[in-house]
């Protein structure tokens, strides 16, 4: 399959009402191809996505317009325009959230995507229970041990330069990028190697919340201990497994 095709494939597994993750224009998914990325056009449906519902972007050129401080959301609008103009279609709001993603990680694929538990978490008093720590195994080797939770800002350039400096600060005290990104008040980003990954990251997430809320019911969550979640997330065979989800299967 194409790149168009691989990507509106990943959209519509992301868009599947079963996953519970996106619904009508929710969310966006993308992926890189060298210098540039190809995005999902604004409006486009994510479970009735088409190879032709993704916009290229030249990442250089997107990130030039995130490190100009003079720039503006009018500097966006008119960025985007030309985009529409030479390609027929708009980009995502949320492409340029995209755009520091892939220079600050190594993914190849992302998936964002408002799933209905995780965000009742981000919605709550306390969304940071989604980050404060590890509930099992399995969350650690899938979803990172230290995810990362930017506080509400306006989906544009204002939320990209946001996370662009909480990411810098994350690889600073961590040693290495966060592999998922929660958005308080709106969703969440999976970055990976492929769409079978992101989407058993949103997966993983949704089974998270789902435990996060049931354990508030019976009295309150209960962590893992910190040295028993770095023992897992550094064991070599958790390793191999983290390796074997990426490239889209376990043994």
């Not at 005290?173 to 999976?190: D, E, K, R």
């Amino acid at each position: 399959m194409t790149s168009r095709e691989l990507l509106a494939a990943l959209s519509r597994r992301l868009g599947d009402p079963a996953l519970d993750a996106a619904v009508l224009g929710e969310g966006n998914t993308s992926m890189r191809e060298g210098d540039t990325m190809l995005v999902k056009a604004s409006g486009a449906v994510l479970g009735a996505a088409r190879p032709e519902d993704f916009v290229p972007l030249v990442l250089a050129e997107a990130r030039e317009l995130i490190d100009d401080e003079r720039a503006t959301g009018a500097d966006v609008d008119r960025y985007f325009d030309r985009v529409a103009e030479a390609e027929g279609r708009r980009p995502s709001v949320e492409a340029l959230l995209h755009v520091v993603l892939y220079d600050q990680t190594p993914a190849r694929v992302i998936a964002h995507a408002h799933p209905t538990a995780v965000n009742a978490v981000l919605c709550s008093q306390r969304p940071e229970l989604l980050v404060e720590g590890a509930l099992f195994p399995d969350q650690i080797v899938v979803l990172g041990a230290t995810p990362l939770l930017v506080p509400y800002i306006d989906p544009g350039l204002a939320l990209a330069r946001e996370v662009r400096a909480r990411l810098a600060g994350h690889i600073d005290a961590h040693g290495s990028p966060p592999v998922t990104v929660y958005l308080q008040n709106h969703g969440m980003f999976a970055t990976g190697a492929t769409a079978d990954q992101v989407i058993g990251m949103t997966a993983m997430a949704q089974k998270c919340a789902r435990a996060i809320i049931g354990a508030e019911t019976l009295g309150g969550v209960r962590f893992m201990p910190a040295d028993e979640v770095r023992r897992i997330d550094t064991r070599p065979d958790e390793i191999y497994r983290r390796a074997l989800l990426a490239e889209g299967g376990e043994r």
